[in-house]
């Protein structure tokens, strides 16, 4: 996944609704450490990634991402 969120969701935009929902689905992983991230700081941001992961037919659930070694 490109490290810019922007271009990411602009390239979706341009998808067919399945297959943006499926490509999504293949990012919740990603999307849902940066939504769990943005709540621990309390981010009003926090809210975009549980919609991205709601349109992609995920649960928005807080996760801890893997320690790097």
């Known amino acids: ?3 810019y969120l922007p271009a990411v969701l602009e390239f979706v935009s341009t998808q067919p609704p399945r297959e943006a929902r499926a490509f999504l689905g ?3 992983h990603i999307l849902n450490a940066i939504f769990g991230a ?3 700081r309390d981010s009003a941001y926090a809210a975009v990634l549980g919609a991205l992961l709601e349109l992609a037919g995920e649960k928005a659930q807080t996760i801890q991402p893997a320690a790097e070694e």
């Open 1 to 3: 996944m490109p490290d």
């Open 26 to 28: 293949e990012m919740a």
């Open 38 to 40: 943005l709540r621990q």
